[in-house]
């Protein structure tokens, strides 16, 4: 059992904040505080939901296995979406963001996701899962075997109040008895096994898939992820219009983890993959450019679905007010079609717009 | 004739600093103070150097033009090379760099690249010009029309202790009369030229030159800059081998810069460009980590030749002395080669080498 948070204080310092979302009342950690990560949130009766915590990255396969495992491990698809904790609270089934925000969406959207008897069984449990594919609200990436709507994905499970994840069979025991959704897993190796795992990254790579988790088999539990060069290749193409919006070390990152796949799998770089590249970067920007000319702003169109029409409504609400001044968001259409309520809205990049309205305005730039 | 300036004041605050370089003591300001550019520099005598200010840059041709001039503006070639302050001082050819250095290796090579009865004629002239070609031991970039050494090109002058520039008709006469090299000038152009100017950018694109700068021809003098896609595309190339050494909006900035001249140049991204951009990174990249694997370092060597002995000496150690602690640098020869003294040096990554050796020895990033 974890020691208590020391919240008055941190609720002093803007280490944490006091949030009231969806009904509930309760602390989100904003900085991470005595081993609680970022997004930790204690509930209003007391509870707290452990934050996911950060996983590191390796960039070279041999290296990388053999100095982070000091025994088997998990390897796990790594799934491109966005990490939601899911728990039971006082009867209702709640979704908190990595950042520690309950996120309309997901609460909304989750009951169909899995299966309520699970929580019935064990209430205390806590999913922590990726929700991924073109009908989610948050990001632009989605995976190339998702074709619409959104699916979930459980790769961790905890306790509520506690900050560790369940062992690996304790996990397979509860996914297999309520047939929960995973990420595939590729099975149990050791760091001597690294020529098939490059096999299986290179087909990961083929198929566009962004990449794998490893997770050690012992009680430390140690993690680290892998991305194919695919990955970084989509990540870049889905940021390019946004190019201003985010730090420029997203795009040189994504570059050198790029180069250093190449390098682990001893690929060399070819004209296909360098074109893909260039299109990543040009394509994108070509339509930023285009989209401002049409309509006066560089924006992005997200469409998602709602079981309920206050849901919708609320996020996008609640998007507004925990996205940053320089975020914009415009609700373009909200409408029944079928059993849902289709929500479509733009988030519109004001650096990019701005930066562009000078530039093709004749502005000057010193650089 | 300006103000003087107030250098006492400065120094304190260490907007200025006193040197001692090649002989000369002189105060170089190192952030602009009183209207006089930063690499400003103050003779021993109080002769004073104005420094070459920035000129901004316009990424829309039409309505750049539009907007920054009021008047005719002439045209000129924009080399890309470094940019020194030729001038005579005490009987001595000098060379200023852009911050205010005395470099030692222009100061080597200038009297071969003008004809010295220049400041005999005019003693308080200073030409402000840029050295070019792949025997420059600054810049990994050259023009392609340059194959071998270095060549100088002259595009405007100033006097001693005055901040402005002569006027076009009187740089003109000058550099008719010592025939001295200047960069191409395709005329003087109004802003209703833009279509004629945008077919010679075209051609300088296709020719793999960097642009060019356009200059009011009234006594404001007012200025703006304008780059090819080539000119983008090669920055990135040249750079990419040391891509976490620079700041990484030097990338996006140049990515913008080509996306905007294909649209004002009525061009979409074509397949052919989208595989140079991406293999201007990824090649870069790519040997950067067989270099490091090869060397256990990320480095560029750099090739230059000196009339002296001791200017080549003397220019290691001022590199080593004015680059920042983060720049690494080795002789690696110095020897003759007719009428040369030729020095071939290296410079070390230590960035990306210290990078990659994380990265490729298995350590774990949180990005």
Redesign the interface.
Known sequence: MSEPLNLEQALEKKRARRLNLLGVRYIRIVKELDGAPRGTAVLDDGTTVFGYP?I?????L???????FEAPFWMEEKIDGYNVRIFRHQNRLLALSRGGFLCPFSVDRVPELIDPALFEAEPGLVLCAEIAGPGNPYLENSPPFIDEDIRLFVFDMMRLGSAGFLPHEEKRTLVERFTLPTPICYGRYTGGDADEIREIMLQLNAEGREGVVFKEDTPRDHR?KYVTSNSSVQDISAA?AS??EL???Y???R??R???F??QEEL??S?E???????????G??Q??AGFERDGKVAHRFTCRFREKEAAEGFVKHLKRVSGPRVNLAQRGLSREGDYWVLEFERIFQTMTG?LEN?????????
Chains 1, 2 share one sequence.
Do not use: K, M
């Open positions: 950060r590191g990255r390796i960039l070279s041999d290296q990388g296995l053999e100095r982070q680290a390019a190019l201003l730090p420029p070390e795009f040189t990152n570059l050198l790029l180069a250093l190449l390098h060399d770089t004209p993959l360098n074109r893909r590249t260039g299109a990543a970067f040009l394509e920007l070509t930023a450019v930066t530039l093709l305005g004749g502005g000057l730039v010193f650089d």
